[in-house]
């Protein structure tokens, strides 16, 4: 198929994946149809196809470009004790989602909607998130600053914690965005304090 003279796919790509987020967080995944996508992109609907094989590839794509800029992102952390490496994840999971409302909002509440094989991958990059924080606790028990029973259970738990900000945050809030981190930080230490 051929493209629609003037159009640049460097641009309309990129407008089709956040046009999508945009939709499926608004109205979820289920309730957005390929040619609402089209409308809020300005294309018509058959030329989606030239960006996406289907409304399930789409979504696959955003939730696995969303773990992949997150794992990203923690690639160049470097190796500090457990404290300073809790306070550090801490802050920068609030950070890095408070950016990423959208994308945050469909990787929790639009998992339902994957394939089998695509959830399965996004669960992998799930987990190797944890794990980096199961790690930082690890380090901590063992070197007797962290009293945390369940690594695992403490890790889902904090950072279940820590994704909720996103639901009530606002910028115009009463707190500023260092008073929430310290805030957080504080609740983060005392759970897991030995």
Known sequence: MA?????????????????????FAQHGFAAVSMRQ????????AGALYNYTTDKQSL?????????EDL????????????LDALEQFTRFHIRFHLERTDAVFISYMELRNLTPENFAIIED?????????????????????????DPKIATLG???????????????????????????WDMVRKAVSA
Request: aromatic share 6%.
């Open 71 to 82: 794992l990203a992102a923690r690639e160049t952390v470097p190796q500090m004790p457990p």
């Open 125 to 149: 990059l799930r987990g190797q998130y944890e794990d980096q924080l199961e790690m930082i606790l690890r380090r901590g028990v063992e070197a007797g600053v962290f009293s945390v029973p």
């Open 3 to 23: 493209r629609t003279a003037g159009s640049h796919s460097d641009i309309t790509g990129p407008r089709v994946r956040a046009e999508a987020q945009r939709l």
């Open 37 to 44: 996508i089209a409308s809020a992109v300005g294309v018509q």
């Open 158 to 184: 904090l950072i279940a914690m820590l994704t909720g900000v996103n639901t009530w945050y606002r910028s115009q809030g009463r707190l500023s965005l260092d008073q929430v981190e310290k805030i957080y």
């Open 59 to 67: 979504l696959f794509d955003l939730l696995r470009s969303h773990m």
